[in-house]
């Protein structure tokens, strides 16, 4: 054989070798589908009916959204005080104490509860909306999770894509919130004051409008869907995992366990993510400004990098974490409270169908796989 030929084959071995890969990846995923249509088949008789469906639907999201509601007011005074140190109105070294005295003796008590009317009507939709579609996502998903190594569990992969669907719903209102809350204003500001066209909701949307036109409700909403991807991923993965170790409880003792583990994970979440959060509600500070300035290079990202740099030019590292603290403190009965108001609706609504533990379903995978297409070795 010339040396020509044997350059021509060993060229060729690395090409037969990725057709021969390709050819047994096909195989066995066209052996994969008709397991799963073998078994999609056999679930149709006990499938439910679409009218069913809707109900439980509307019930779920209905659920979560009267949850999110109670919690969102009952936390309303430190999301406040959480949001003002966020974005630097609260200054002149003022102490979580010290900022909640300044909103009592400028705007009154009710100052405490500035914006929760937006926020109410934001997250009512927003977590009915996520806590139905995690539920969704993670039946959903729970399959491919089983079959790919490398995905997160169906918690945390269901909670992340539900995170993205519910922030859709309701970003603007998200906007108004952050505009309403995000100011400390004196009772009687003057006229034409930014305190003034933010008195409320509709006062709010329209000052947004009117400065920087109807894209600026949705400032920062590109960088929001990214973010909440692993923010709502590590809530509901850790919700569902503190949630496994409680199985077996009953009655209160269920209850109580369930309100700790949404607790600790809200916490989880937001100590992981929170320089975005930061981020993020800075980025809808400036709805007006942004949106009719030049727009920095690489979209979303680029906008982002550019608050963040700010920031951390003004304040170091550290000014990305203002605020966490009392934000930690605000999602220990914020989050507690959501999932245990939920949780509870489901099971007096009988709606309580939770996924198998994550063992179960692997057992149940094993014994329901799809046909190998690869030959079974011959023992000699």
Same mark, same amino acid.
């Given at each position: 054989?010339?040396?020509?030929?044997?350059?021509?084959?060993?060229?060729?071995?690395?090409?037969?070798?990725?057709?021969?890969?390709?050819?047994?990846?096909?195989?066995?995923?066209?052996?994969?589908?008709?397991?799963?249509?073998?078994?999609?088949?056999?679930?149709?008789?006990?499938?439910?009916?679409?009218?069913?469906?809707?109900?439980?639907?509307?019930?779920?999201?209905?659920?979560?959204?009267?949850?999110?509601?109670?919690?969102?007011?009952?936390?309303?005074?430190?999301?406040?005080?959480?949001?003002?140190?966020?974005?630097?109105?609260?200054?002149?070294?003022?102490?979580?104490?010290?900022?909640?005295?300044?909103?009592?003796?400028?705007?009154?008590?009710?100052?405490?509860?500035?914006?929760?009317?937006?926020?109410?009507?934001?997250?009512?939709?927003?977590?009915?909306?996520?806590?139905?579609?995690?539920?969704?996502?993670?039946?959903?998903?729970?399959?491919?999770?089983?079959?790919?190594?490398?995905?997160?569990?169906?918690?945390?992969?269901?909670?992340?894509?539900?995170?993205?669907?519910?922030?859709?719903?309701?970003?603007?209102?998200?906007?108004?919130?952050?505009?309403?809350?995000?100011?400390?204003?004196?009772?009687?500001?003057?006229?034409?004051?930014?305190?003034?066209?933010?008195?409320?909701?509709?006062?709010?949307?329209?000052?947004?409008? &009117?400065? =920087? *036109?109807?894209?600026? +409700? #949705?400032? %920062?909403?590109?960088? !929001?869907?990214?973010?909440? @991807? $692993?923010?709502? /991923?590590?809530?509901?993965?850790?919700?569902?995992?503190?949630?496994?170790?409680?199985?077996?409880?009953?009655?209160?003792?269920?209850?109580?366990?369930?309100?700790?583990?949404?607790?600790?994970?809200?916490?989880?979440?937001?100590?992981?993510?929170?320089?975005?959060?930061?981020?993020?509600?800075?980025?809808?500070?400036?709805?007006?400004?942004?949106?009719?300035?030049?727009?920095?290079?690489?979209?979303?990202?680029?906008?982002?990098?550019?608050?963040?740099?700010?920031?951390? &030019?003004? =304040? *170091?590292?550290?000014? +990305? #974490?203002? %605020?966490?603290?009392? !934000?930690?403190?605000?999602? @220990? $009965?914020?989050? /507690?409270?959501?999932?245990?108001?939920?949780?509870?609706?489901?099971?007096?609504?009988?709606?309580?169908?939770?996924?198998?533990?994550?063992?179960?379903?692997?057992?149940?995978?094993?014994?329901?796989?799809?046909?190998?297409?690869?030959?079974?070795?011959?023992?000699?």
């Amino acid at each position: 054989m010339t040396s020509s030929a044997r350059r021509s084959t060993l060229h060729c071995q690395p090409l037969a070798k990725t057709r021969r890969m390709l050819a047994l990846l096909l195989l066995a995923m066209l052996g994969c589908a008709h397991g799963r249509s073998v078994a999609m088949e056999q679930k149709k008789a006990v499938a439910m009916p679409s009218g069913e469906r809707l109900r439980r639907s509307v019930l779920l999201v209905v659920s979560g959204g009267v949850a999110a509601a109670l919690a969102k007011t009952a936390v309303a005074p430190l999301e406040r005080i959480k949001l003002l140190r966020q974005v630097g109105a609260a200054t002149g070294g003022l102490s979580l104490s010290g900022t909640l005295v300044k909103i009592v003796r400028d705007e009154g008590v009710r100052g405490l509860w500035r914006g929760n009317i937006a926020n109410v009507c934001r997250a009512f939709p927003q977590k009915g909306m996520l806590l139905m579609s995690a539920d969704l996502f993670c039946e959903l998903v729970g399959p491919l999770c089983d079959a790919v190594p490398w995905l997160p569990n169906a918690a945390t992969l269901g909670g992340a894509l539900a995170g993205v669907a519910s922030s859709l719903v309701s970003y603007p209102l998200d906007v108004v919130f952050t505009q309403q809350a995000g100011r400390l204003c004196a009772v009687g500001g003057a006229v034409g004051d930014a305190c003034v066209a933010t008195a409320g909701p509709i006062a709010t949307m329209r000052f947004i409008v &009117a400065s =920087g *036109g109807f894209s600026a +409700l #949705y400032v %920062g909403a590109a960088f !929001t869907l990214l973010s909440s @991807l $692993p923010y709502e /991923g590590i809530k509901f993965g850790t919700f569902d995992w503190l949630k496994q170790q409680s199985i077996g409880a009953t009655g209160r003792q269920r209850a109580l366990l369930e309100m700790c583990a949404g607790a600790g994970a809200g916490a989880a979440a937001h100590t992981a993510t929170y320089p975005l959060d930061t981020i993020r509600r800075n980025l809808q500070m400036t709805a007006g400004q942004i949106s009719t300035g030049p727009k920095p290079p690489g979209g979303a990202l680029g906008s982002a990098w550019v608050v963040a740099r700010g920031l951390c &030019a003004k =304040g *170091g590292i550290g000014s +990305l #974490y203002k %605020g966490l603290p009392v !934000t930690i403190i605000r999602t @220990l $009965p914020n989050t /507690g409270l959501q999932f245990f108001f939920y949780q509870q609706f489901k099971r007096s609504l009988k709606l309580d169908t939770p996924l198998p533990p994550a063992k179960e379903r692997a057992m149940r995978r094993q014994a329901d796989a799809c046909p190998s297409p690869f030959p079974e070795p011959i023992s000699s």
